[in-house]
C-alpha cells in the first residue's frame, strides 16, 4: 500500500493531516489496486477514525445524543469532527470543546439547552477524573482559634466544579440516565446555581442559593472568611452573616468537598 522512500514519520505526518484537515499530500504515498483505488483506501481510514471519534462523543454525551437523536447526533459528531480536530493522544478530551460547538455553531445556537447539556455532561466526567486529596474535617476546623478565623482561607477538592444553569438540564440528565419517562425542557426564570463534585467513586450534583453560589465563588477565587462574610451581607443582616457563611462550611465539610485551610493556626 505504501509508496517507497518515505521515512515512517513523514508518513505518519501526511496521514495525520489527511485525518484531521484532509490535506492530501499523502494521496501520492498511497498505492492502490484496480478493485480498491488509493482513495478508496484512504476514505476507510478516514470515515473510520471519524466514526470512532463519533463514538467518543455519544459516551461523553449520552444525554445530548438523547435530546438530539441519533441520526441529528451523529451529524453534529461530523459537524464537530471537522471545526475541531482532535488535538490530543487520548481520546479522553476530544470533547472538550462541545458545549462551545453547540453555543456558536449557527445550526444549533437556537437551542441553547443543548450547550447548557454538553457543558454539564463535560463537568461530570471532569469531576470524575479529577485529582484524589485530603478532605479537611470539623475536628482540624475546631482546633483554630476564633481570633484565627477571619483570615482563614478555604481550598476545594479538585472535583469541585461550578455552574450556571438558565435550563433544567439536571433533571434532564437525571431522567434520561435513569431511562425515565421523558420529561419537558424548561427554560428557567434567572439562571440556577449548582455543582459538581466526586466523593469516592461517585459523582453528586446539586442547586444552591444565590448567596451560597456567591460565597463558594468567593473561595474559589481565594476570598478569606472575613470578606466572605462581608459579602453575604448583601442577603442577611450583619449579625448573622457569620453563622450563615459558617453553615455554608458546615455542609461542604460534611460533603466531603473542602479539603485544606490556610494559614493553619491552632489554638
Keep these: 500500500m505504501i509508496a517507497e522512500n518515505q ?11 489527511w485525518l484531521q484537515v484532509h490535506d492530501k499530500t499523502i494521496k501520492s504515498s498511497v498505492t492502490g489496486t484496480e478493485k480498491v483505488p488509493a482513495d478508496i483506501r484512504l476514505d476507510i481510514y478516514a470515515n473510520a477514525y471519524r466514526y470512532r471519534l463519533i463514538e467518543a462523543l455519544e459516551e461523553t454525551f449520552p444525554a445530548v ?52 447539556m ?7 466526567r471532569e469531576a470524575f477524573d479529577a485529582a484524589g486529596d485530603q478532605r479537611l474535617t470539623l475536628e482540624i476546623l475546631q ?27 439536571p433533571q434532564l440528565w437525571q431522567a434520561i440516565e435513569h431511562q425515565q ?22 459523582t453528586y450534583y446539586r442547586s444552591m ?12 477565587k481565594g476570598e478569606n472568611f472575613a470578606l ?3 459579602g453575604v451581607c448583601e442577603w442577611v443582616d450583619e449579625q448573622n452573616a457569620a453563622m450563615r457563611v459558617a453553615g455554608f462550611i458546615q455542609n461542604w465539610l460534611s460533603e466531603g468537598i473542602l479539603s485544606s485551610i490556610k494559614p493553619r493556626k491552632i489554638s
Design 228 to 230: 466572605i462574610c462581608a
Design 65 to 116: 445524543n438523547t435530546l438530539l437523536g441519533d441520526e441529528a447526533f451523529f451529524k453534529l459528531g461530523l459537524g464537530y469532527v471537522d471545526a475541531h480536530p482532535s488535538q490530543h493522544f487520548s481520546i479522553r478530551y476530544f470533547g472538550q470543546h462541545l458545549s462551545y460547538f453547540l453555543a456558536s455553531d449557527k445550526s444549533y445556537r437556537e437551542q441553547p439547552v443543548l450547550s447548557e
Design 118 to 124: 454538553a457543558h454539564f455532561e463535560w463537568l461530570l
Design 181 to 202: 419517562e421523558p420529561i419537558d425542557i424548561v427554560a428557567q426564570e434567572y439562571p440556577q446555581a449548582w455543582f459538581i463534585w466526586r466523593r469516592e467513586l461517585k
Design 143 to 169: 482546633q483554630i482559634a476564633p481570633e484565627n478565623w477571619p483570615a482563614l482561607q478555604f481550598s476545594f477538592h479538585p472535583s469541585v466544579y461550578r455552574i450556571d444553569l438558565s435550563y433544567n438540564v
Design 7 to 17: 521515512s515512517l514519520k513523514d508518513l505518519q505526518m501526511q496521514m495525520l493531516a
Design 209 to 220: 442559593d444565590v448567596d451560597e453560589a456567591w460565597a463558594m465563588d468567593a473561595m474559589l
